[in-house]
Each structure stands twice: as C-alpha cells, then as structure tokens.
C-alpha cells in the first residue's frame, strides 16, 4: 500500500493533492474526505481553531493506523493531510484519500481511520471565539 502523510501549517491544495494522484488499473473507487472547521465549538461561536500536535508522535501513530488498515481492508493507497496552526472557519483541516478495488472498502477504510485518528493520535485543538 503507498502512503503518504503530511502534517502542515500550510493550507490544504486539494486542487494540488487531486492533480498528483496516481493509480493502478485495478482501482475501482476513490474516496475522498474533506474536514472543515465548522462556525461552532460546543454549541458557541468560533472564528477559527488553532490545532497542535506532538509531530514526531503523531507521524508514528498515523503510520500505525495506516498498517492496521492495510490488514483490514485491500487499500491500493491512502493519503493524509492534517493542518496544524490556526485554520479560520470554512477552511479545510483535513484531507483524506483512499484508494481501493471497491467502494465499501474505500469507504469504510476512510471512516475508520477518520474514527481512530480522532481516537488516537495526539493532535490538539483550541477554538478561537
């Protein structure tokens, strides 16, 4: 499985990311997700959300994950950008592409790593009002 994973401050290029795919012929679904940061912050207001992460952990849990998915499910590739620094409401936080013969793989493949990563690996965020 290829991986890629890159945690940034820099804002997310999906136009970029979408124009460097590269794929097999065996591939039949790709899945794409695109977190944003929402106007709400339990129930209040916000203006952005400063995120931060222990950099070298969080790469070694995120290339966990990815091996743990790679026993579950036939994922031909899965790519992974997570901001760190302040990203302002409607701006992209997350970008996740999955890569797979089918589409309830890709899909359920994408979700649990979305799920887990939430779970476990150390990235944190602060709302800014």
């Not at 203006?47 to 222990?54: L, N, V």
């Not at 089918?102 to 009002?129: N, Q, S, T, Y």
Request: aromatic share 10%; charged share 25%; hydrophobic share 45%.
């Amino acid at each position: 499985m290829k991986r890629q994973l890159i945690i940034t401050a820099e804002p997310i290029d999906e136009a970029a990311l979408l124009a460097t795919r590269k794929m097999s012929d065996d591939v039949g679904a790709v899945v794409y997700f695109l977190g944003v940061v929402r106007g709400t912050e339990e129930e209040k207001p916000i203006k952005a959300i400063e995120y931060e992460a222990f950099q070298q952990m969080a790469e070694h849990q995120f290339h966990l994950l990815f091996s743990e998915m790679e026993k579950r499910w036939p994922i031909e590739s899965v790519r992974l950008v997570h901001r760190i620094g302040v990203v302002q409401v409607n701006q992209p936080s997350l970008w996740v592409e999955v890569v797979a013969p089918h589409r309830g793989e890709a899909f359920a493949a994408c979700e649990w790593l979305i799920d887990e990563m939430k779970r476990v690996v150390p990235i944190w965020k602060k709302p800014f009002a």
